[in-house]
């Protein structure tokens, strides 16, 4: 069983940053599949930014330019910097791994940005 913590979250107000890690139980290495997800109240859980095996990152248009999700392999942790944070980006965020799916999830960190 892969456990995922995610921590950094916090209040923090608009134009603020917050970076969130999450620590993984395991290697990190060995998993295809690593990302970032949000989920507001009343609303679907989205996608904030996917990490491919090779490194690569693809991020929601809604955080493009202002996220950079990353990883520590040495440490078997993700990170996900968050610059110029706006209200529409306060969410529940989770981050997730799996060798083909995302199969294993963190209990998810509240993020908070006020005006």
């Known amino acids: 069983q892969v456990q995922l913590v995610e921590s950094g979250g916090g209040l923090v107000q608009a134009g603020g940053s917050l970076r969130l890690s999450c620590a993984a139980s395991?290697?990190?290495?060995?998993?295809?599949?690593m990302g970032w997800f949000r989920q507001a109240p009343g609303k679907q859980r989205e996608l904030v930014a996917a990490i491919t095996s090779s490194g690569n990152t693809n991020y929601a248009d809604s955080v493009k330019g202002r996220f950079t999700a990353s990883t520590d392999n040495a440490k078997n942790t993700l990170h996900l910097q968050m610059n110029s944070l706006k209200p529409e980006d306060t969410a529940v965020y989770y981050c997730?791994?799996?060798?083909?799916?995302?199969?294993?999830w963190g209990q998810g960190t509240q993020v908070t940005v006020s005006s």
């Open positions: 395991g290697s990190i290495f060995r998993f295809n599949v």
């Open positions: 997730s791994v799996g060798p083909r799916a995302y199969d294993y």
